[in-house]
């Protein structure tokens, strides 16, 4: 039988490159770009569902297509009359990626306005994938509404990753963010934080004490991203540190820790140990960072 992968959040249009003023479109979201890894990794038999809300424009419609075009369920995706997609923009500064957001109106904020359209989307998932991003566009009602969704299916059997991906921007207070995303921890069995995000606003001294953290509020498998330094993967009695193969180039690091999560969860969905399905994440993320934009070529990381 089919199994169903479920990610929740905001694509959006996403303009990367820059050289001479020059951009490429492209669409892409951390839970979506993690989507699109899944898509291309994961074991057959799976089949990877996004769950969003559009807009009726000329460019949701071509986000729609692109996701259909690519093999991703779009059934779930509300549309929303007169919304739009949200827009980002990528720079390079100090050797990072830098995003600037044009998404205060996106339709996506309106996704888990209709609980049954929601309730509908999550039934029957196996996986279900969600971000701090996901939480931060919603109202805060809205944030209710959707982890009470994730926790039903939870309890229907589905495992629940999630990772914090911590944006401050994105939220109205640092205090809000934090009790946020650890109420959100509390409700998944997976969790893939960034050890260098978390630290600014949890304090954690080392990638060990983020990944306990996590544990002490009871998250079964913790996977502590932390750049090029070590993954470390803590859970089922072990804690390893997994160190990051060179990358070939680094030209853009969007989407290095999405397609690392989407590699991970599909390596553990297959039957390898945390050790070497971080080995693979690594692999797909030093690939990835090699590219322009958030999402390449599928066949260039199977
Ligand atoms: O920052 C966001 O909200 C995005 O989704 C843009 C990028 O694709 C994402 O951050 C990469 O992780």
Known sequence: MTKRLVSIGEAMIEMSGGEDRSYRLGFAGDTFNTAWYMKALLPE???VDYVTALGDDLYSAQMRAFMDGAGIGTSHIQTIPGRRPGLY??????????FTYWRGQAAARMMAEDRSALEAALAGADMVYFSGITLAILHPRARGRLMKAIVAARD???????DPNVRPALWTSQAIM???????ATIA??????HSDEKPIFGDADPEATAQRYR?????????????????????GSSVLVPA??????????AAGDSFNAAYLSARIAGASP???????????????????ALIDPELVR
């Open 45 to 47: 038999g799976w089949q």
């Open 245 to 254: 193969t060179r990358p070939e180039r680094i030209v853009d690091a969007t």
């Open 178 to 184: 934090a009790s946020t995303l650890t109420a959100a």
């Open 89 to 98: 923009m990528i720079h390079q500064q100090d050797g990072d990626r830098h």
């Open 189 to 194: 069995d997976v969790v893939l934080p960034t």
């Open 275 to 293: 050790e070497d399905a971080a080995r693979a994440a690594h692999r797909v993320a030093g690939i990835v960072i090699g590219h322009k934009g």
């Open 216 to 236: 002490d509020i009871g998250v079964d498998e913790v996977v502590v991203k932390n750049g090029a330094e070590p993954a470390l993967v803590v859970g089922g």
């Open 156 to 162: 229907a059997g589905a495992r629940v990753a999630f």
